[in-house]
């Protein structure tokens, strides 16, 4: 468990966040608010500071339209990381997997009385870095929930999480924005135009992200892997090799991340071949390789999609797979797909 940082600013609403925002303060002021809310979507989408701006809100005791007012006793205890009835529950480190130790201090949270006279708020991320042990450590709060306390977990990936967890959450979802949305936002931020067109796509459409894929270090390293990608399409470098380069990735990105940028480069393939169109000098490269035509082909890139998308998972999931040989199979597979 970890506190957040001294005074730390309470997060503003980012402009995609408005109908999720409504429905979920329009059942607090009813007193209507479930005990526990599932906050679901890709990365980079501001679910976590959300969840602060909710948990913000919920704690203090002079809430102004609708939002924290930041001035207050409690906002006070909330930004300096020492309210009483406020627990962030998250990995000792980035990438490691919840343990049952940390779920079950939970009990002593949920079982006492509110420090400040009011409702206590659980922040749990990423909920699917929970291990098996910890889910049911979990689940049995959740069955049973103390009067007054209010569970938010938040997810990447929710389909990574217990069925019997999910069930007892009110789900609020977070899709992407729409694309002129998200490029305003970006504008906002003072990017260049080329580099947020680039880097939206990559991202998934997810503007948070994007902004990070945007860095010229970030975008460097992703140059970097695709050329590694492209040359084992074209069998210049061998699957085994390449899986040991990238295992461990450079600063400024980690594997799940050199994960998605693949799932998106594939997406553009699958797009540009179903439709007959025109895309991006890189792509065309690839697709100028790829064997086959029409469904045949389209069917091998869908297949592999799903094995990115299974990767990723096992990699957010908390289990702690091998990434070594987890990378060598889709090195390995990913370069059968040219040669076939």
Not at 37 to 66: E, H
Not at 72 to 98: I, M, T, Y
Not at 105 to 129: C, I, K, M, Q, Y
Request: charged share 20%; proline share 7%.
């Amino acid at each position: 468990m970890s506190e957040i940082p001294e005074h730390t600013p309470i997060p503003q609403l980012l402009p995609w966040q408005a109908e999720q925002w409504q429905r979920l303060s329009t059942q607090w002021r009813a007193r209507r608010c479930p005990h526990a809310l599932l906050l679901s979507g890709q990365p980079g989408l501001g679910k976590r500071a959300f969840a602060d701006a909710f948990s913000a809100v919920v704690l203090c005791a002079q809430p102004q339209d609708g939002q924290a007012c930041g001035s207050c006793k409690d906002c006070h205890l909330w930004q300096a990381g020492s309210h009483p009835d406020f627990l962030r529950v998250e990995p000792e480190k980035v990438g490691a997997p919840l343990k049952v130790e940390q779920i079950r201090r939970l009990d002593n949270f949920v079982s006492r009385t509110s420090g400040r006279g009011g409702a206590r708020l659980v922040w749990l991320a990423p909920a699917e870095a929970m291990n098996i042990n910890a889910a049911n450590a979990l689940l049995k709060n959740l069955e049973e929930p103390a009067a007054s306390v209010i569970f938010l977990l938040i997810s990447d990936s929710p389909a990574g999480l217990l069925p019997t967890i999910r069930s007892r959450c009110q789900s609020i979802v977070f899709p992407s924005p729409p694309e002129e949305m998200a490029l305003q936002w970006l504008r906002g931020r003072e990017l260049e135009e080329s580099a947020a067109v680039r880097a939206l796509p990559l991202s998934g459409g997810a503007p948070l992200l994007a902004a990070e894929l945007a860095d010229p270090k970030c975008e460097e390293v992703r140059q970097q892997f695709l050329q590694e990608v492209m040359a084992l399409s074209q069998g210049r470098v061998g699957a085994v090799a390449v899986a040991g380069r990238w295992e461990t990735p450079p600063e400024h990105t980690d594997l799940g991340q050199l994960l998605q940028f693949w799932q998106q480069w594939v997406t553009q393939m699958a797009r540009v071949r179903s439709c007959d169109s025109m895309g991006d000098t890189q792509v065309m490269a690839l697709l100028q390789r790829l064997p086959g035509a029409g469904e045949g082909s389209l069917r091998a890139l869908f297949a592999f999609y799903d094995q990115l998308l299974q990767a990723r998972k096992g990699l957010a999931s908390g289990a702690n797979p091998n990434r070594r040989l987890l990378l060598e199979e889709l090195m390995i597979r990913w370069s059968r797909l040219f040669s076939q």
